[in-house]
């Protein structure tokens, strides 16, 4: 006697399904689960979805941290600026931003307060200071200006390397709302017929030595009251006088505490780029009027 449809099922692993289409004939088709999917890697997968169940977590208008990695909303569609991995979320390309080639990056993922206060918001005036080809710079636009600068932001990229202001002068082709500068980051002068306003962020990471210093002249001439300024510092470009790398940050940190900024956070990103440190500060606007 022929086994019916439901007894040949029963006997059947729960992810196989027999079927009986319209001409009689019985076929199998099988049903994989969609977390199956994802780990082989299908479209899913590529057009965005949790890398593996990972948390997906929004830091701000076009960024999101998935993991430990993170991802900025692509204002170039197609476009990578280095090598950079992208993927597609239905209309949204997002970008990896690579925290091993990044300081800002690295001292998002690094920090032990809430990663967002370190970044710009959409519109904001920004001034990076030793911008060199523009990657980082890159990745700050997509958040601050959108495609086609739809947010208004403003990027001033400030380098003195004239190669690396060639690739500045290109991205700034595709990137509405990005400033290239060929000039010294050091000097208020060089920097200040570029710069619309005063800026909600800053960003510097100078290979030179009194790096401290410069960070509080530079702040304190182009800096909002309650703007974000970040000082990425490398140990081995200040002065082998100072001592070893930790003397050498210690020394920094004394300067900012001196300074007019209100110091709000050191974060160590050893690991990810080795002797550096990236400070966090704000200007302390009573000292900054008491001064004036």
Known sequence: MRASLQEKQALLPESI????????????????????RLEKNSPGLQRGDDFLGQKTK??????????????????????????????REGRIEWRRWDHTRSKVAAALVKTNSDPSLLLPEKSSTC???????????????????????????????????PRMVRDLVSLSEVRRGLVPVLGDARIPMQVSPFIREKADWIHQDLSIADQ?????????????????????????????????????????????????????????????????????????????????
């Open 127 to 161: 001034l990076y200071l030793g911008a060199s080809s523009g990657s980082t710079v890159s990745h700050i636009h997509d958040i601050v200006c959108g495609s086609q600068n739809h947010h208004n932001g403003q990027v001033v990229a400030v380098e003195i390397s």
């Open 212 to 292: 401290a210093l410069t960070f509080v002249r530079m702040t304190t001439s182009f800096l909002k009251h309650g703007g974000i300024a970040l000082l990425s510092l490398k140990a081995a470009s200040e002065r082998s006088a100072d001592g070893d790398d930790q003397s050498r940050f210690d020394k920094a940190e004394g300067i900012l505490l001196d300074s007019n900024l209100d110091l709000l956070e050191r974060i160590d990103i050893s690991g990810l780029e080795e002797q550096h440190v990236v400070f966090r500060c704000t200007l302390n606007k009573v000292q900054s009027i008491l001064d004036n």
């Open 17 to 36: 399904t027999l079927v009986a289409n319209p001409g009689t004939k019985r076929r199998l088709r099988r049903f994989i689960p969609r977390s199956k």
């Open 58 to 87: 929004s830091l701000g208008w076009g960024i999101r941290k998935e993991g430990r990695t993170l991802w900025t909303r692509n204002a170039v569609k197609g476009s990578s600026v280095g090598s950079e991995r992208r993927k």
